[in-house]
């Protein structure tokens, strides 16, 4: 069973910068593409940012292009978003995010889907104030 920790939520002032950080367990053959998505209180789920297993293709929702940047780590089945240029209504809970390794392949027509993703992290507070 594949788990998804995340780290490096924490409370920043608007226009600062945070590093998320994500780690899979529990894959040890398959490289898995890897996302995030975000939840703000009181609203649904949506997506922020996604990223190839070969890290040849990456992914964005349009309100965090060009200051979110998501990237693969050297370890295996890790994943970073760097968070820059944040803004209050970037506040909400962030969840890491995978699909089956043999599941559909992320392209742009599905990559915001939250159907695609059958792995979940637990999340991390990101707040942003103003």
């Known amino acids: 069973q594949v788990q998804l920790v995340e780290s490096g939520g924490g409370l920043v002032r608007a226009g600062g910068s945070l590093r998320l950080s994500c780690a899979a367990s529990g894959s040890p053959f398959a490289t898995l593409s890897m996302g995030w998505f975000r939840q703000a209180p009181g609203k649904e789920r949506k997506f922020v940012a996604a990223?190839?297993?070969?890290?040849?293709?990456?992914y964005y929702a349009d309100s965090v292009k060009g200051r979110f940047t998501i990237s693969r780590g050297d370890a295996k089945n890790t994943v970073f978003l760097q968070m820059d240029g944040l803004k209050p209504e970037d506040t909400g809970v962030y969840y890491c995010?995978?699909?089956?390794?043999?599941?559909?392949?992320?392209?742009?027509?599905?990559?915001?889907?939250?159907?695609?993703?059958?792995?979940w992290g637990q999340g991390t507070q990101v707040t942003v104030s103003s």
């Open positions: 995010v995978a699909p089956y390794p043999s599941g559909p392949a992320l392209t742009s027509s599905n990559v915001q889907s939250l159907a695609l993703y059958d792995y």
């Open positions: 990223i190839t297993w070969d890290g040849r293709d990456t």
